[in-house]
Nanobody, 123 residues
Framework: QVQLVESGGGLVQAGGSLRLSCVAS????????MGWYRQAPGNKRELVAS???????NYEDSVKGRFSISRDNAKNTVYLQMDSLKPEDTAVYYC?????????????????WGQGTQVTVSS
């Protein structure tokens, strides 16, 4: 199994910055995609940003130009740098990792989620 540990959330004022980190451990195997999702109360969970094993990135329209996703393959870690934060960014942010690994039962595909980290932006 693959476990994800997130950190970096907190409370900031509008216009401030935060950097989220997510470290993967366990039977990681080969990671194909790493991403960040967020969910605010009453809202659907949405994809914020993703990055492939080759470094290609994708962003939700509302965060383009403000957020930046990156990864360190050697450390099995994905980051989300969040600048110019707005109150609308307030949500629980979840790390997600997709990949495949070889276990006792052979090849298996996995889709692992972190526990979520709270980001609150005050106006």
């Amino acid at each position: 199994q693959v476990q994800l540990v997130e950190s970096g959330g907190g409370l900031v004022q509008a216009g401030g910055s935060l950097r989220l980190s997510c470290v993967a451990s366990g039977s990681i195997g080969s990671i194909n995609l790493m991403g960040w999702y967020r969910q605010a109360p009453g809202n659907k969970r949405e994809l914020v940003a993703s990055i492939t094993s080759g470094g290609s990135t994708n962003y939700e329209d509302s965060v383009k130009g403000r957020f930046s996703i990156s990864r360190d393959n050697a450390k099995n870690t994905v980051y989300l740098q969040m600048d110019s934060l707005k109150p609308e960014d307030t949500a629980v942010y979840y790390c997600n990792v997709e990949g495949r690994s070889y276990g006792l039962g052979g090849l298996k595909y996995y889709n692992s989620w972190g526990q979520g980290t709270q980001v609150t932006v005050s106006s």
